[in-house]
């Protein structure tokens, strides 16, 4: 089945640097990428997703790269911001059949300091 | 329209004891999920459902049951509460495989149980 592995587990990045977390994948059949952000006591909610047809995707200061060669795709914030501060999880899944499953990775702590 | 309601939010549980977590959903969801979330363990997938009368088993389903009666509820049971189960639980729902929007999961608020 797929594994989503997620580096790095926790990461500080001071207000107004950028911050990268990467994901790997195992299963080459995937072909949807989404990113989840949880603030603290919340619920996970979409920031932003790619599909395997397209390489890089932007919405604002964060944007998302997929390299299915090395099946890996990474999140990229830019002007981090104290309300960026959460856990992020990126997550994969394969194909639109019955086996529908978004399998997650484990998570990266963002802090910014302001 | 309230979105994805869990139910309880809270749980302390004996060992051995049973418990049934309630999601409901309002949004007519095809799909609906119960994850599980530990420190440093991400969003583990327990069980899912494509649809009303179906139940699959996610990564790590050992220990829990599940049912799907109606379309809008997803019952996640522990027969023999277990303090490994001691977790954060969160259901999801989501519309359908195909369209805009397709893949986004809508999370309930979270249920914390503790088993001691």
């Known amino acids: 089945g797929e594994n989503v592995e997620q580096h790095p587990s926790t990461l500080s990045v001071q207000e107004g640097d950028s911050a990268v977390i990467k994901c790997t994948y195992s299963?080459?059949?995937?072909?949807?990428f989404p990113w989840y952000k949880q603030e603290l006591g919340k619920r996970p909610q979409l920031i932003i997703d790619?599909?395997?047809?397209?390489g890089e995707k932007k919405d604002q200061r964060i944007a998302v790269t997929l390299n299915k060669t090395a099946k890996h795709f990474s999140l990229h914030i830019t002007e981090t911001q104290p309300e960026d501060s959460a856990v992020y999880f990126c997550?994969?899944?394969?194909?639109?059949?019955?086996?529908?499953?978004?399998?997650f990775g484990s998570g990266t702590r963002l802090l910014v300091r302001p | 329209n309230a979105g994805v309601t869990q139910t309880p939010k809270f749980r302390v549980l004996k060992t051995g004891q049973s418990m049934t977590l309630l999601c409901a959903q309002d949004?007519?969801?095809?799909?609906m999920y119960w994850y599980r979330q530990d420190p440093g363990m991400g969003l583990r997938l327990i069980h899912y459902?494509?649809?009303?009368?179906?139940?699959a088993k996610g990564e790590v389903p050992d220990g829990y049951n599940v049912s799907r009666l109606k379309k809008q509820n997803f019952l996640l049971g522990l027969e023999s509460a277990a303090p490994s189960q001691t977790s954060v639980y969160f259901c999801?729902?989501?519309?359908?495989?195909?369209?805009?929007?397709?893949?986004?999961?809508?999370f309930g608020a979270g249920s914390r149980l503790t088993v001691l």
């Open positions: 999801a729902s989501s519309y359908s495989l195909t369209g805009s929007g397709a893949n986004v999961l809508t």
């Open positions: 299963d080459s059949a995937s072909n949807y």
């Open positions: 790619i599909r395997s047809n397209v």
């Open positions: 997550a994969a899944r394969k194909g639109m059949d019955s086996s529908y499953k978004l399998i």
């Open positions: 949004m007519n969801h095809e799909y």
């Open positions: 459902s494509v649809g009303e009368g179906t139940t």
